[in-house]
Every structure is written in C-alpha cells, then in structure tokens.
C-alpha cells in the first residue's frame, strides 16, 4: 500500500507519517494486517509535479493539509477548500479511485459558538465538495469525465469511498503553543515557567489524544473506520453514517487541565506520580507535558541522605501505593534493624553482595536469604519481623531498590529499632 499524507507536516501529519513509517519500516508490528510500501509527505513546500506523480500512485490519501491561523479571513476559503480541489481534479484525472480521509472540525457543524465561523464555513465547503466527490465519482459506475483513463476500483482491497472526520480539539506531543490548541499552551507555560490566563476555568473541552486519533487512522487502512452522523456538535454512531469520528475522547474543563498540570510541574519537589490509569486523560496529559519540557528540566536532582554508612534516597511517591528509594550500603555495613507494625517493604538488591535477616518479634528463630546483582529478586520485609541487611563484600557497595507501601510519615513513623 502507497499512501499519501497531505499537511504532512502539521502536528497530525508528523505524528501519522511517524506511525505509518514505523509499520513500513517493520518496526511495529501491531497491525500485521497492514503492508506499507511508501509514505508520500506533501505539503507546502512541495512541488506540484511531487503531488501529481503522488495522486497517481497512491492507494490511500490522508488530506490533512488546512488553514488554521490565515492573516485574512479569505485565505479559510482558498486553503481550506482551494487545495482540496486541486487534490481531488488530479485523483480524477489519473482515474484513482483509491479511498480519501478528510481532516474537518467540529467548526463545520455552524452551530452554536460556531456558527458564524470563517473557518467552520470552509471546511463544511470542504466537506461538501469531498461528499460530492464520493457520489459523482468514486462510487459513480457511469461517470462522464473524459479524463479518465481507467477504473481502478478497489485498490489494495480497500472500498473506494471519502472518510469526513470533525475533529474536536486536538493535543499531544509535538502540537504548537500558541497557536490553536489550549492544552499545548498551558503545557508549554507550565513546562517552561511561563505566564497563562484563564478566562474562565469552567469552560468544558472535548479532547481527542493524538495517538487515539492516529489508532483511528490505522482502523481508516484496514477498512474498520467508525462512521455516524452528527447533531450539531453531537456523535450519532451509525454504520453507514456520512461521516467518521473517533471514537475515544475526554472531556473536561479548563481549570481541571491546568490543576492537573499544577500537580505535574511539582512533581520534581514532590516526587509525587499523580494518578495516571490506562487510557485516562492524565495519563495522556501527563506525557504531552514531559512533550514540551525544555532540556534544564529534563534532569532534576533528588536528595541523597548520606552517612558514613552510605545513602538513601527516596525517587518515586504515589498518591496511594507508597515509594520507592534507593539505599546504598558500603563495604561490611549492616543497616535496617528495625521492625513494623503496618509498614511492609520489598528489597531487590541489584548490584553487590548481601545478607537479609528477619525475625519474628518473641521468637529466635531468623530468615536468611543471600542476595547479589546477579541473581536479581524480590524480599519481602514482614510486618512484626525486625529486620535488617548486610553487606558481605569487602571492597563493593550494596545497592538495593527499596519499595514501601507507605510514604514516610514522621508523625507516625510505624518504625522501631530492634537488632535482629
């Protein structure tokens, strides 16, 4: 499959091109049903001749390419409408029937605050003029355009048949600050310690995650896309629906955003992870944040307790399910001797040579396991077991991840000494 990429390097574009090379490449191999031949980029600075060889070759087209920012209210209609008409006379004229994916915007629905849009208007013109062009020649078996110089039909098994996606707004890495995306401003502003305004914090977004959306475009090759129609701004899922949508979005509103953002700006001096499950909004805000960090931020020290015994330092706090620290124990040093009521640890030694010794508070009777870097494992420290560990080499140090259910409280320390 040869696929072509208009808008090729806009924020969706380097994203899906990023995608569609690696499955060229061989190097995902998540879509095993998908064979890619060639990505043709085109966009602004390519050459007319470049789209054309392109148009004829292509067993796919991904029309990404738009006007989002123009410096008159003109230039919507002639990027936004202009570009697709040169696009689709030369799809005609080579007779390439091959399938087309539309970028549009919810703008298009010229309903409520949109509906006296510049923008929203061209790309409805936009939408009407690629549906016009899925009737009168894509799916048309008696089409009088003397142009054509054959029928393709079903390229590499695929339907001949235009896809018109209203995007919401979009986020992820590499989308541009201050341009037309919310999330990649305050992102930016956080990240670099910049200034931002909220106008009014309880204004709700619906969000569309950039890889959700480039998954969406994966499904588009494989001939899963999601069709519907559309209420205004609302998603009506219907199988043979005009129009595609993609169908996992987040809504939530500006102030969420930015305190979500507030929490992963601290997180260096809190060492706080916020909670971040699978597919949820803060998972995906959280990564397009790191997206903009500039390199003075990319590395952060962590406090290092030390002693002449070694160090401890704790990397990682969780909301709820405690931290995670590193010890460092020189040569012949025994640290630990110590017991819990509620508190519980793993100890995974993964550099050195060491003893662990628990005991059951009362009893005599102690637990042994000898540790190295070399045979990596997970210990256990027992709530009511004193516990401690040693480290058995002479001239290396004892390096030992530790994990504890709880971040330390100083007011309630849960931690007794007790030689082992």
Known sequence: MKILVTGAKGFVGKNLCAALKNIKDGKDKTHPGLTIEAVYEYDIDSKPE????????????FNLAGVNRPQNQEEFMQGNFGFASTLLDTLKKHGNRCPVMLSSSQQASLTGRFGNSEYGRSKKAGEDLFLDYERDFLTSKNSKDSNISDFSGFRCGLKPRVLVYRFPNLFGKWCRPNYNSAVATFCNAFANDLPYTV????????????????????ACLEGKEHHCEFEGLEVLPKEDGRYCYCPITHK???????????????????LMIPEIPAGSFAKKLYSTYLSYL?????????KMNVDNRGSFTELVHTLNCGQVSIN??????TKGQHWHNTKWEFFIVVSGHGLIQERKLGTDEIIEFEVTGDNIQCI????????NIINLSETENLVTVMYCNE?????KPDTFFEPV
């Open 294 to 302: 500039p390199k003075e931020k990319v590395a952060f020290p962590l």
């Open 199 to 218: 106008n009014d914090p309880s204004v709700e977004l619906e969000l569309l995650y950039i890889d959700d959306l480039v998954d969406e475009m994966m």
């Open 407 to 411: 971040i330390f409280n100083p007011e």
């Open 50 to 61: 470049e789209l054309d060889a392109w148009c004829k070759d292509c067993d796919f087209v």
């Open 380 to 387: 256990h420290m027992l709530p009511g077991y004193t516990h």
């Open 328 to 333: 460092i124990s020189k040569p012949g040093i």
């Open 252 to 270: 939530i509103t500006l102030g969420g955003i930015v305190d979500l953002l507030k929490s992963f700006a601290e997180q260096p001096k809190t």
